[in-house]
């Protein structure tokens, strides 16, 4: 009885992933298509390509921000999920590329962060 409770309390989801993950192809956009993905115009996409530009360098880590992340992301998983999973997949190359998010900081002043 408990096995038949466990096995209806299990998310199917999961299940199918597992199987189709070889069967669905996945596709990354490159940067023309990155900044176009809902059709927007040229004008707009030029734009989108500016803000993302300028968010890529605000985030832009410290040098021992970059050293401390490289060498924790290996050992903790959660690093690695949270900069792969906090957008959607044609994206996320792209992503992460540009906007290398501190996981580690050394002081905050109110909504800013220092590492």
Request: avoid cysteine; proline fraction near 5%; charge should be neutral.
């Amino acid at each position: 009885y408990k096995r038949f409770l466990t096995l209806r309390a299990i998310d199917p989801t999961y299940i199918a992933a597992r199987y189709t993950a070889g069967v669905l192809p996945s596709y990354t956009f490159q940067e023309d298509e990155f900044f176009s993905a809902d059709g927007a115009p040229e004008a707009i996409q030029a734009r989108r390509k500016a803000g993302f530009e300028k968010l890529g360098k605000d985030f832009e880590m410290g040098a021992r921000g970059k050293a401390k992340e490289a060498e924790m992301a290996d050992g903790l998983s959660d690093i690695r999920f949270t900069d792969t999973n906090r957008v959607p997949f044609p994206f996320q190359k792209i992503v992460r590329e540009t906007l290398k998010v501190a996981s580690i900081v050394e002081r905050s002043e109110g909504p800013v962060l220092y590492d």
